[in-house]
């Protein structure tokens, strides 16, 4: 899934394989926030990535953690944060 989102983790963007994977349409997702769809135990450290992502532009991390797929299921994903801003 490619996902862009604004520097407040708003999402701009999320490619048509949103549905393949979690469920939803990219329409589904667009317009809310990343924190929405992470499980809640795995909230602070994507958005702590997210911070130290913002930090520099270019910088890149690399982390796993629990997406919530539409029918309410927790998937594991890998996600490659990167600043494009």
């Known amino acids: 899934i490619i ?3 604004d520097a407040d983790t708003t999402i701009r963007y999320a490619s048509p394989s949103v549905e393949r994977i979690l469920g939803y349409v990219p329409d ?3 317009g809310r926030t990343c ?3 992470i499980h ?3 909230r602070a450290e994507v958005i ?3 911070q130290d992502v913002l930090a520099a532009s270019g910088k890149t991390r690399a982390l ?3 997406a919530r797929h539409k029918d309410g299921s927790w998937h ?3 996600a490659i944060k990167t ?3």
Do not use: G, S
């Open 3 to 5: 996902v862009i989102c």
């Open 28 to 30: 589904d997702v667009v």
């Open 35 to 37: 924190a929405e769809f």
């Open 40 to 42: 809640p135990d795995d």
């Open 48 to 50: 702590a990535a997210q």
């Open 64 to 66: 796993e953690y629990r």
């Open 76 to 78: 594991h994903v890998e």
């Open 83 to 85: 600043n494009l801003l």
